[in-house]
C-alpha cells in the first residue's frame, strides 16, 4: 500500500475548510467585507406600488451599527424628513408638521415612506454574527455563481427576523440572495443584491432588491448612488437637535 506524503497530512486541514467552512466563518467574511467604522451613503430608494412607482432620494451618515442619521432630499413632498437612530432608539423629523417623535414598539414593523422596507430593517445594521448562529445546509449556482447556503437562526427574541436563509457567493464571500423569516417559519421578505462594487477593500452592492411576502406592492429597489467609507463625520450630526 502507497503512504500517503507528510506534506498532505499538513495541507488536508486547509483543503477541508477551503471546501467546507462553517457558517462561523463565513459570517465573519461577510461582515469583513460589507461592514466599515462609518460610512456616507447617497441613494434612491424606488417603490413599485400597485398604481405605479416613485423614486425618494436620500443621504445617509452611520457610524458602526449604533449611530445613523439620514435625510431626505427629493422628492419635494418628502425633503426634510429626517430620521436619528441611536443604539436601539429611532426619532423621525417631518417639517410639514415641525414634529419629532419616536419609533418604537409596533411601530417599528411599520413600511417606511410605503416602500418594502420597515423601520426594522432601516435600524439593523449590526454584524451577523452578532445576532446569529449559522450552519451550512447545501450547495447552489445562482447567476452562474456557485454559492453555500446557509441558515441563520436568532439567539435572542428580541431579533426581527428569527430564521434567515443566505445564498453566499463562494468565491468572494457576499451574499447574493436572503430570505428573512418569521419563527413560525412563515416567509416575510426576500432580498437580492446586485452589482457588487469594490471600494477601500470593501464590497457592497449597487442595488437591492425588496419584496415584503406579506405587502400588496410590486418590491422597492434601494440604489447606491455614491459611498464614502470611512469618512469623517462630525460628532453633533447624532443628536436630536440635528433633526431641525
Known amino acids: 500500500m502507497r503512504k500517503i506524503p507528510a506534506a498532505l497530512f499538513i495541507m488536508l486541514p486547509v483543503i477541508a475548510w477551503s471546501q467546507n467552512p462553517s457558517g ?73 408638521t415641525d414634529r419629532t417623535i419616536q419609533i418604537s ?36 449556482f445562482l447567476e452562474d455563481r456557485k454559492c453555500w447556503i446557509l441558515e441563520l437562526k436568532a439567539r435572542s427574541e428580541e431579533v426581527a427576523y428569527q430564521v434567515r436563509k443566505i445564498w453566499v457567493d463562494r468565491e468572494r464571500y457576499l451574499p447574493l440572495q436572503e430570505e428573512l423569516y418569521a419563527k413560525s417559519g412563515k416567509l416575510l421578505k426576500k432580498t437580492g443584491l446586485k452589482d457588487f462594487k469594490q471600494k477601500d477593500q470593501h464590497w457592497y452592492p449597487e442595488k437591492i432588491i425588496f419584496r415584503d411576502m406579506l405587502g400588496q406592492g410590486n418590491g422597492t429597489e434601494f440604489i447606491i448612488q455614491s459611498i464614502d467609507f470611512n469618512a469623517d463625520i462630525p460628532v453633533h450630526i447624532f443628536t436630536k437637535a440635528s433633526l431641525r
Open 24 to 96: 462561523k466563518d463565513i459570517l465573519d467574511h461577510i461582515d469583513r467585507n460589507m461592514s466599515s467604522d462609518n460610512r456616507i451613503i447617497v441613494s434612491k430608494m424606488i417603490i413599485y406600488g400597485a398604481r405605479g412607482s416613485r423614486t425618494i432620494e436620500s443621504r445617509i451618515r452611520a457610524v458602526g451599527d449604533r449611530q445613523a442619521f439620514t435625510e431626505y432630499l427629493s422628492p419635494a413632498r418628502e425633503a426634510g424628513t429626517k430620521m436619528l437612530k441611536i443604539e436601539d432608539q429611532l426619532w423621525i423629523y417631518s417639517p410639514s
Open 105 to 140: 414598539g409596533h411601530m417599528l414593523r411599520q413600511s417606511v415612506m410605503g416602500s418594502d422596507l420597515s423601520y426594522e430593517d432601516m435600524m439593523e445594521n449590526s454584524k451577523l454574527t452578532d445576532d446569529y448562529d449559522a450552519v451550512v445546509t447545501g450547495e447552489e
